[in-house]
């Protein structure tokens, strides 16, 4: 079990840039995948970008370009780095992370362990 919190969400600009932290509270190593969703109003949760142990990246193409992810495992911290965000980024942001996912990208719903969420607000 671990606990993840995230952190960073606020509201922002049409074109500006955020940066989303998630803590963990334990050591983050072995076989895993850590990953960043969202859930914006009225629509179901969606990948956003995705961080193994090898650091291979995943992006999803609506953000591949605009979002970068990265990790400090020294510090057990995954990064967010959002710029010119858009009021389509308006969104609950969530953090989730999956031991040994099988060669899967993204943590499984019901096999991962998943943050509260910090909330983005994007106004044009």
């Known amino acids: 079990w671990v606990q993840l919190v995230e952190s960073g969400g606020r509201s922002v600009q049409s074109g500006g840039s955020l940066t989303l932290d998630c803590a963990a509270g334990s050591k983050i190593d072995r076989t895993y995948t850590w990953a960043w969703f969202r859930q914006r109003p009225g629509k179901e949760r969606e990948g956003i970008a995705a961080?193994?142990?090898?650091?291979?990246?995943t992006y999803s193409e609506f953000v591949k370009g605009r979002f970068t992810i990265s990790q400090d495992t020294s510090k057990n911290v995954l990064t967010l780095q959002m710029r010119d965000l858009q009021p389509d980024d308006t969104a609950t942001y969530s953090c989730?992370?999956?031991?040994?996912?099988?060669?899967?990208?993204?943590?499984?719903?019901?096999?991962?362990?998943w943050g509260r969420g910090t909330h983005v607000t994007v106004s044009s």
């Open positions: 961080i193994d142990n090898d650091d291979k990246t």
């Open positions: 989730a992370i999956e031991w040994y996912p099988g060669g899967r990208p993204w943590p499984a719903r019901d096999l991962g362990y």
